[in-house]
């Protein structure tokens, strides 16, 4: 397991990934990073109150604050500007395709702070940009594993190396599941409850066969079976089967493994030979999902031979 912080996110991913128009294109942005997955809409800022501010922070305009800069006059509206792009801030989006005024394209040439625009609503950029921000700057760990979506249910695969698990991966992903990461799975802790896994760049859609090499999962089978991002919801870990090893046989009682402090529920499934891998990890997948749902099979079968037992306890005593 490897640990991997990323602290920032370059301005000209965001402007890809947003799908921004870049009103400044005399501005050299390539340099400019964003620490914050947070954003800011510079509505006290625009009436002087700088106490606090958090120029890090991606600065949007809406309709209200566009509506107030309206209002004021050229001398003021310049005034507005110069304060507010001497804080240095790493760009200014307009939302609902709205045009800066001569004021505000004078200011951000003046102090070299590029403007965007997006014809999305304030509120619809404000939530994507927030939750793209969030997975980018999460916390960062990889490790060896190949992540996997059974039904709709991320599963992460793990074990020593050599031990099948990009074999399982490929036979679900032909039997209709998608791939997500193979060898190496960044994940990143997005909140308390939700782990992201991925793949990186350099490996995306490939699977690594002993004795017959890489493939590409998608030339092969098709972009229907990748994903590129998938909640972690379950671990299954490949082990050698040993005779001298007590396995979990009723599922009673739940193991769990951490990323972050956060808890994933953990099977650990012994390898011999003969044993179908993906049918195993799409019946893992299947019953995670009815466990969540409220049903427990383990704990079924439990209440059923306490009933048995109880009555036969009470036939027993019986006169």
């Known amino acids: 397991m490897m640990g991997k912080a990323k602290s920032a996110v370059s301005l000209e991913s965001i402007v890809e990934k947003m799908n921004l128009k870049n009103l400044t294109e005399e501005i050299d942005y390539s340099h400019k990073e964003v620490y914050r997955s947070d954003v800011n809409r510079p509505a006290l800022q625009l009436v002087g109150y700088f106490e606090f501010f958090d120029h890090e922070r991606v600065q949007i305009i809406g309709k209200v604050e566009y509506e107030y800069l309206q209002h004021l006059n050229s001398v003021e509206r ?3 500007y110069d304060d507010l792009f001497s804080y240095e801030i790493p760009c200014l989006v307009l939302t609902r395709d709205q045009r800066p005024d001569e004021e505000m394209m004078a200011a951000a ?28 700057l999460a916390p960062c760990i990889s490790i060896h594993g190949v992540l996997v979506d ?13 031990i099948g698990k990009s074999e399982a991966a490929l036979e679900l992903i032909k039997r209709g ?3 997500v990461a193979d060898d190496v799975v960044e994940i990143r802790k997005v909140s308390d409850e939700t782990l992201i896994g991925r793949s990186p760049d350099i490996t995306r859609n490939f699977i690594e066969l002993r004795g017959i090499g890489i493939i590409d999962v998608k030339t092969l089978f098709g972009v229907e079976c990748i994903k590129e991002t998938q909640s972690i919801d379950f671990v299954i870990k490949l082990e050698e089967w040993s005779k001298d090893k007590e396995y979990d046989r009723l599922g009673l009682e739940e193991e769990y493994i951490e990323f972050f402090g956060n808890k994933v529920i953990c099977h650990s499934i012994p390898i011999r ?8 990890c799409e019946t893992a997948a299947v019953n995670h999902r ?16 306490q009933n048995s037992l109880g009555g036969k306890q009470k036939e027993a005593v019986t006169p």
Not at 118 to 126: N, R
Not at 150 to 162: D, H, R, W
Not at 290 to 305: D, F, I, S, W
């Open 273 to 280: 030979p003969g044993r179908n891998l993906a049918i195993i």
């Open 177 to 179: 599941h998608r791939l």
């Open 150 to 162: 059974v039904y709709g249910e991320g599963l992460l695969i793990m074990g020593e190396s050599g």
């Open 290 to 305: 009815q466990k969540k749902m409220g049903y427990n099979a383990a704990q079924e079968l439990y209440n059923r031979v």
């Open 109 to 136: 040439l003046a102090h070299r702070i590029p403007l965007f625009v997006t014809d999305q609503t304030t509120s619809d950029f404000t939530a994507e940009i927030i939750r793209w921000l969030n997975v980018e």
């Open 78 to 80: 310049r005034k507005v």
